[in-house]
């Protein structure tokens, strides 16, 4: 349903992001944008240092970052995002994006 909003606008948490699971159906859209607070940018970087010279974190990606930090106790807020959109998946997207 483009254009709708799956959620209401009460406040909708994280659990777990789950992918690549055999035999499960995924809808939806990974935007891979993240709005944090001043707060959530210290616990971002916090998880960097701890998580940098561990050997997984270069096969890490952000969903691995977000399940880590909700499974330590830290609240994700889910947003959706109606209307309009376009992918930026380069450089050369990105530029094109202000045109839109």
Do not use: C
């Amino acid at each position: 349903m483009e254009g709708k909003s799956l959620f209401p606008e009460d406040s909708y948490y994280l659990e777990k992001i789950v992918y690549d699971q055999p035999g499960t159906e995924y809808y939806g859209e990974w935007p891979v944008m993240v709005k944090l607070t001043m707060k959530g940018l210290e616990i971002i970087k916090a998880f960097i240092l701890e998580f940098r010279s561990k050997p997984e974190f270069q096969k890490m990606n952000i969903r691995d970052m977000l399940n880590q930090l909700v499974e330590s106790g830290n609240k994700i807020k889910i947003q959706t995002i109606s209307g309009h959109r376009i992918d930026a998946n380069d450089i050369d997207d990105f530029s094109l994006a202000g045109e839109f």
